[in-house]
Nanobody, 127 residues
Framework: VQLQASGGGLVQAGGSPRLSCAASGSAFSRYPFSRYHMGWYRQAPGKQRELVAGISSGGNTNYADSVRDRFTISRDNAKNTVYLQMNNLKLEDTAVYYC?????????????????WGQGTQVTVSS
């Protein structure tokens, strides 16, 4: 699985950029993108990487408390793409944002666990 993140850059505080993550690879010949749990993580300078938001194969979402009500994760299974709409950006949202998939739902209804990361996209929030 290859994950290509885009949409980062320099944004003013209060801005609303949208990150995209396009998934590709031969793995999708076994199970479609819709079966994959997708997530966005971020890593700020000097800090550990943290989960920002996740979306399951069924469309259920979860968020870090720090971004809840400001960020929205969504997916377009026809385009093999997951998005992160970020609203009302704050200075503390400055980080490299990574796309991730760590499990898929197989035909037995079981999660197959693994891990793939995209290359990351820098989001810098200015005052």
């Amino acid at each position: 699985v290859q994950l290509q993140a885009s949409g980062g850059g320099l944004v003013q505080a209060g801005g609303s950029p949208r990150l995209s993550c396009a998934a590709s690879g031969s793995a999708f010949s076994r199970y479609p993108f819709s079966r994959y749990h997708m997530g966005w993580y971020r890593q700020a300078p000097g800090k550990q990487r943290e989960l920002v938001a996740g979306i399951s194969s069924g469309g259920n979402t979860n968020y870090a408390d720090s971004v809840r009500d400001r960020f929205t994760i969504s997916r377009d299974n026809a385009k093999n793409t997951v998005y992160l709409q970020m609203n009302n950006l704050k200075l503390e949202d400055t980080a490299v944002y990574y796309c991730n998939t760590d499990r898929l739902l197989n035909d037995n209804g079981e999660w197959e666990v693994y891990g793939y990361w995209g290359q990351g996209t820098q989001v810098t929030v200015s005052s």
